[in-house]
């Protein structure tokens, strides 16, 4: 019980307990609903359910979260190529901005790490039980919260005085600027069609 009470007595300590907490919950939410779900749900809703929680869960931390707690924001900009196709925003670009408290951070950093590792441990679990439609909705998950700690961790390390906008060490994904590129290869399939 008193582990409990000095989680929360740290929450509160921190400079925004409220989005903290939400942080925390976003986290655990998908976590909570793969494991007790089946329980009330059926294996759809269950999917489904988790599914959304980890979208949110995403979104709240690459926008909010990450941005109010440890002053980082990341984004993918599939227009703007010449600088690389991710886009960051740190708290090094504006110095000597308020500081960052270091329960916020310490609870960030840990949460953003320990969720993919949570979910491959929940992967390599269903494959050793043999359960492939859970192993979908775990790739997901583990995908969602990597790509998190990932953009994240790029964030984290990126200078912005050495390379305005660049990032060399992100994964990159195919770059689809517009509708052109479909365009193009409509016409392409339609050469190979017989009339």
Same mark, same amino acid.
């Given at each position: 019980?008193? !582990?409990?009470? &000095?989680?929360?007595?740290?929450?509160?300590?921190?400079?925004?307990?409220?989005?903290?907490?939400? !942080?925390?919950?976003?986290?655990?939410?998908?976590?909570?609903?793969?494991?007790?779900?089946?329980? +009330?749900?059926?294996?759809?809703?269950? +999917?489904?359910?988790?599914?959304?929680?980890?979208?949110?869960?995403?979104?709240?931390?690459?926008?909010?979260?990450?941005?109010?707690?440890?002053?980082?924001?990341?984004?993918?900009?599939?227009? &703007?190529?010449?600088?690389?196709? $991710?886009?960051?925003?740190?708290?090094?670009?504006?110095?000597?901005?308020?500081?960052?408290?270091?329960? @916020?951070?310490?609870?960030?950093?840990?949460? =953003?790490?320990?969720?993919?590792?949570?979910?491959?441990?929940?992967? =390599? $679990?269903?494959?050793?039980? /043999?359960?492939?439609?859970?192993? =979908?909705?775990?790739?997901?998950?583990?995908?969602?919260?990597?790509?998190?700690?990932?953009?994240?961790?790029?964030?984290?390390?990126?200078?912005?005085?050495?390379?305005?906008?660049?990032? @060399?060490?992100?994964?990159?994904?195919? &770059?689809?600027?517009?509708?052109?590129?479909?365009? *193009?290869? /409509? *016409?392409?399939?339609? $050469?190979?069609?017989?009339?």
């Amino acid at each position: 019980m008193d !582990h409990v009470k &000095n989680f929360y007595h740290m929450i509160l300590e921190s400079s925004h307990p409220l989005t903290m907490g939400l !942080h925390l919950i976003g986290k655990a939410a998908p976590i909570v609903f793969y494991l007790i779900g089946s329980w +009330f749900m059926s294996f759809t809703a269950q +999917f489904i359910a988790v599914l959304l929680l980890l979208a949110g869960d995403f979104y709240i931390t690459k926008n909010i979260t990450g941005r109010k707690l440890v002053q980082l924001r990341w984004w993918y900009d599939s227009v &703007n190529a010449e600088s690389g196709p $991710m886009s960051f925003e740190s708290h090094k670009q504006y110095a000597p901005g308020p500081p960052i408290n270091p329960i @916020d951070s310490k609870l960030f950093w840990t949460s =953003v790490y320990v969720a993919p590792v949570v979910w491959i441990i929940f992967g =390599v $679990m269903c494959l050793l039980q /043999a359960k492939l439609l859970y192993l =979908v909705l775990i790739a997901m998950a583990i995908c969602l919260t990597g790509w998190n700690a990932q953009g994240f961790r790029n964030c984290d390390k990126w200078d912005p005085s050495a390379q305005e906008g660049q990032s @060399d060490s992100w994964w990159q994904l195919p &770059n689809v600027g517009s509708l052109e590129n479909l365009g *193009r290869l /409509a *016409r392409l399939q339609n $050469m190979f069609r017989s009339t």
